[in-house]
């Protein structure tokens, strides 16, 4: 079975500094997905940035960045020149072929002016 | 608490049938979302509930879906008549709280299949 662990409940952050939320998960799978969703107050789940195992090279979307340690089973968010819009849960999510997606319990993140 | 409990894990039916996904929340949670998820759109909301009472079912696609959350705990949502492109998993999530505070626990979805 898949676990997704995400350590820190709540997080906050300046305006404009960067920001990193952690992720690590379980599996004995070696090909899979990782994901990082933003939940705003709407309750829609956003995708932020998807990362593939096979790949080495960390994904990136503008201001969002991975840092994924396929040997340590981590796979951490990175947010650059955080905005206010940015305030809003996370939640880390793994899937892997023929299985559903897993999440982690969340990080609350704000971005304080 | 056992978590949030979807059953079934896995359904597969025909094209014109009547599907019912079944979510238990864990108890004492005040809000149920239920989400679908697809390779194509990603995850998305489809509705949610607050003590029991429908607050947006914006994102249910269209008349065949129906959802209805009788009691604190328990919840259903009904595909009628199924479509192929329904074929999807489905998710449902309780949470407490205000609106924006809570923490969002899922179930282990269900896996839809329609032929």
């Known amino acids: 079975a898949q676990t997704v662990t995400q350590s820190q409940p709540e997080m906050s952050v300046q305006e404009a500094e960067t920001v990193t939320l952690s992720c690590t998960y379980d599996?004995?799978?070696?090909?899979?997905?990782l994901f990082w969703y933003k939940q705003p107050p709407s309750r829609q789940m956003i995708l932020v940035i998807r990362?593939?195992?096979?790949?080495?090279q960390n994904a990136t979307e503008n201001r969002f960045s991975v840092n994924f340690q396929k040997a340590a089973k981590s796979f951490s968010l990175k947010i650059s020149d955080s905005q206010l819009g940015d305030t809003a849960m996370y939640f880390c999510?793994?899937?892997?072929?023929?299985?559903?997606?897993?999440f982690g319990g969340g990080t609350r993140l704000m971005v304080k002016p | 608490d056992a978590g949030v409990i979807q059953s079934p894990r896995h359904e597969v039916t025909e094209m014109g049938q009547e599907v019912t996904l079944r979510c238990k929340p864990i108890?004492?949670?005040?809000?149920l979302f239920w989400y679908r998820q697809t390779m194509m759109r990603g995850l998305e909301l489809l509705i949610y509930?607050?003590?029991?009472?429908?607050?947006?079912d914006s994102g249910m696609p269209e008349d065949r879906f129906s959802a209805k959350m009788p009691n604190a705990s328990f919840s259903t949502l009904k595909i009628q008549p199924s479509e192929p492109r329904d074929s999807a998993v489905y998710f449902c999530?309780?949470?407490?709280?205000?609106?924006?505070?809570?923490?969002?626990?899922f179930g282990s979805g269900t896996q839809l299949s329609v032929l």
């Open positions: 999530a309780s949470s407490l709280g205000t609106l924006g505070n809570e923490k969002l626990f």
């Open positions: 999510a793994f899937i892997a072929a023929g299985n559903m997606l897993t």
């Open positions: 990362q593939e195992a096979y790949k080495q």
């Open positions: 509930f607050n003590n029991n009472v429908p607050i947006d």
């Open positions: 108890s004492g949670h005040d809000y």
């Open positions: 599996t004995s799978e070696n090909n899979y997905y």
